[in-house]
């Protein structure tokens, strides 16, 4: 069965233009989460969808914004790149059956802002 | 704020003793945590959770010991080998599809 697939694996971009990074998650799963790893930091929240809703946002500016698509996949896009961007993103699923579920992660997209 | 902390952000062992890596969490209403290990240039990878209705739970090799009283979390591995070798994660759901994880111990194995 495959894990969680992330695209691209690495992604250079200069201040100010837009990135797009993509998800697929785990067959039968709803629920995709974004999450930001800042070199040597801990995991912050980005998003959560769920049923191509978005259930929950993280404390990040209006720039980062993503979308979910009916076969579950996932986007997310930031807009006016900024330098402190860089980092890896990691895209997690779960089932979607209510919270206190665990969460399967991709091997993430590596954004470097030039 | 929420905040799920690490006491140490790094620990050595030899190879074939017993890890131990803790952790503290701030909010007393979380019901749900989880032990992720990140090997490098890879994502988190699910090790153990447990339910804040248990004190304790085992694994293959590691078991992770839950204190509500002290708000501490703590993961043992038994007969640590070079492989485990990571960046163990604790992380709390605290809120409807919040997972908050705090800022990593690396944990390095000498042979």
């Known amino acids: 069965e495959a894990g969680v697939t992330q695209s691209p694996t690495h992604l250079i971009k200069t201040r100010g233009q837009q990135a797009t990074l993509r998800c697929s998650p785990i067959s039968g799963h709803t629920s995709v989460y974004w999450y930001q790893q800042a070199l040597g930091l801990g995991l912050q929240f980005l998003l959560w969808?769920?049923?191509?809703?978005?259930?929950n946002r993280g404390n990040f500016p209006p720039r980062f914004s993503g979308r979910q698509f009916p076969n579950y996949s996932s986007e997310l896009n930031v807009n006016a790149l900024e330098l402190e961007d860089s980092a890896l993103y990691l895209c997690?699923?779960?089932?979607?059956?209510?919270?206190?579920?665990?969460?399967?992660f991709g091997s993430g997209t590596q954004l470097s802002v030039l | 704020g929420e905040s799920v902390g690490l006491h140490l952000p790094t620990l050595s062992v030899q190879e074939g003793d017993n890890s131990i890596i803790n952790c503290a969490y701030s909010n007393s209403a979380s019901d749900y945590f989880i032990w992720y290990k990140q090997e490098s240039g890879k994502g988190p990878q699910f090790i153990i959770d447990i339910r804040s209705n248990m004190d304790k739970r085992q694994g293959q090799r590691v078991t992770v010991l839950l204190n509500k009283t002290v708000k501490h979390l703590s993961l043992q591995i038994a007969a640590t080998q070079p492989g485990d070798s990571a960046v163990y994660f604790c992380a709390e759901i605290s809120a409807w599809g919040k997972l908050i994880f705090g800022q990593g111990t690396e944990l390095s194995v000498k042979p």
């Open positions: 997690a699923s779960s089932l979607g059956q209510g919270y206190n579920e665990k969460l399967f």
């Open positions: 969808y769920d049923e191509g809703e978005e259930r």
